[in-house]
Antibody, heavy 117, light 108 residues
Framework: QVQLVQSGAEVKKPGASVKVSCKAS????????IHWVRQAPGQGLEWMGW????????NYAQKFQGRVTMTGDTSISTAYMEVSRLRSDDTAVYYC??????????WGQGTLVTVSS | EIVLTQSPGTLSLSPGERATLSCRAG???????LAWYQQKPGQPPRLLFY???NRATGIPDRFSGSGSGTDFTLTISRLEPEDSAVYYC?????????FGQGTKLEIK
């Protein structure tokens, strides 16, 4: 079954870091870029960046540069997205999505990250 | 950065009616690299169209996409209750791959 399965919800304190995983199955992991998109409560979708799992090359939205790190482990077909120095406005559902040469044809179920003191 | 502006913000229509959703780009989207997504509460987005008018797998032909350059449209004919959702456009021309703010479609 072709799917992306993300790790579970997280609660973090301001200033901490969080690392969300996205495990791919049913397709060739290195054949598709993985993008990360987040959605704050009641808000729209915000693009964060992408990783090429084959090469490890990344491209981050300027807003997140220096605070977000995307990595991949091809041995277990898993992509990771880490956000450091968390703030309350980082509270959101974080999605990974498969890039089908542009559009996202496959999405993870989402991971809620709550930042609260 | 390409800014996408969607209108209207909210659309309230009855079953059987036609919905017309607009997505306007602040600059031309080359190659018509524009996608539409549908998102229902508690679910991830679902791809509807790519390349402005290419229907994704499993999308009913009641849905159609059109447009080019800076003006794009998603049309849903013969609305059904299950079409109630938020619809987003996104370009994948050049980074950052921004989304519009969304149009909420309510079926009365």
């Amino acid at each position: 079954q072709v799917q992306l399965v993300q790790s579970g919800a997280e609660v973090k304190k301001p200033g901490a870091s969080v690392k969300v995983s996205c495990k791919a199955s049913g397709y060739t992991f290195v054949g598709y870029y993985i993008h990360w998109v987040r959605q704050a409560p009641g808000q729209g979708l915000e693009w964060m960046g992408w990783i090429n799992p084959n090469s490890g090359t990344t491209n981050y939205a300027q807003k997140f540069q220096g605070r977000v790190t995307m990595t991949g482990d091809t041995s277990i077909s898993t992509a990771y997205m880490e956000v450091s120095r968390l703030r309350s406005d980082d509270t959101a559902v974080y999605y990974c999505a498969r890039d089908r040469s542009g559009p996202y044809d496959l999405w993870g179920q989402g991971t809620l990250v709550t930042v609260s003191s | 950065e390409i800014v996408l502006t969607q209108s209207p913000g909210t659309l309230s229509l009855s079953p059987g009616e036609r919905a017309t959703l607009s997505c306007r780009a602040g600059q031309s989207v080359s190659g018509n690299y524009l996608a539409w997504y549908q998102q229902k509460p508690g679910q991830p987005p679902r791809l509807l169209f790519y390349g402005a008018y290419n229907r994704a797998t499993g999308i009913p032909d009641r849905f159609s996409g059109s447009g080019s350059g800076t003006d794009f449209t998603l049309t849903i004919s013969r609305l059904e209750p299950e079409d109630s959702a938020v619809y987003y456009c996104q370009h994948y021309d050049t980074s950052p791959y921004t989304f519009g703010q969304g149009t909420k479609l309510e079926i009365k």
